[in-house]
T-cell receptor
Framework: AQSVSQHNHHVILSEAASLELGCNYS??????LFWYVQYPGQHLQLLLK??????LVKGIKGFEAEFIKSKFSFNLRKPSVQWSDTAEYFC??????????????FGRGTQLTVWP | KAGVTQTPRYLIKTRGQQVTLSCSPI?????VSWYQQTPGQGLQFLFE???????NKGNFPGRFSGRQFSNSRSEMNVSTLELGDSALYLC?????????????FGPGTRLTVT
């Protein structure tokens, strides 16, 4: 069965610290990977996505993620976080066939708190 | 381009009642997916509609239903509300159903069942 695991439930960092949020997935077919962010009081926004090609993808606001197929991982990184990065981050997987059509499988989310 | 809109934004209902939530997708998007977000269960997929047809359904009881209209607008209905149905209901629209189409989310409808 398809599933997504996010290892950290809550991460607390000081401004300028580096960030890495872990995401592992279980999926038996061609995988498309996403990171979404939910800022306080706002709706889910797409941060970045991976479909194919270069496994290192860059998104908005200086975020990047690396797809490692052998580890079934898609970790999110940012070299230097800002207070405005405080939000909840969700990793998600989407498939291409059958019961996975039109459906995102989400991890449980990681709450990131950045102290100024 | 206008984003995904959902109405109403907030709703308070009593156990046993039914509720209808509405979603207007981004112009040109033909796929609409619905999700339930709760602190305990996280984001769970309800169903997806494409060109007025339900293409996929999550593991929710039959009290949860939906439909899509010819203009791609979608509604979801929950009958015989239970306390556990209290949640944020999110609608997402996409150009298509396959994996490479990204989903854009609306602000959600916050449903409280008392």
């Amino acid at each position: 069965a398809q599933s997504v695991s996010q290892h950290n439930h809550h991460v607390i960092l000081s401004e300028a610290a580096s960030l890495e949020l872990g995401c592992n997935y279980s999926y038996g077919g061609t995988v498309n990977l996403f990171w979404y962010v939910q800022y306080p009081g706002q709706h889910l926004q797409l941060l970045l996505k991976y479909f194919s090609g270069d496994p290192l993808v860059k998104g908005i606001k200086g975020f990047e993620a690396e797809f490692i197929k052998s580890k079934f991982s898609f970790n999110l990184r940012k070299p230097s976080v800002q207070w405005s990065d405080t939000a909840e981050y969700f990793c998600a997987v989407k498939g291409d066939r059958g019961s996975t059509l039109g459906r995102l499988y989400f991890g449980r989310g990681t709450q990131l708190t950045v102290w100024p | 381009k206008a984003g995904v809109t959902q109405t109403p934004r907030y709703l308070i209902k009593t156990r046993g009642q039914q509720v209808t939530l509405s979603c207007s997708p981004i112009s040109g998007h033909r796929s609409v997916s619905w999700y339930q977000q709760t602190p305990g269960q996280g984001l769970q997929f309800l169903f997806e509609y494409f060109s007025e047809t339900q293409r996929n359904k999550g593991n929710f009881p039959g009290r949860f239903s939906g439909r899509q209209f010819s203009n791609s607008r979608s509604e979801m209905n929950v009958s015989t509300l239970e306390l556990g149905d209290s949640a944020l209901y999110l609608c997402a629209s996409s150009l298509g159903s396959s994996g490479t189409y990204e989903q854009y989310f609306g602000p959600g409808t916050r449903l409280t069942v008392t």
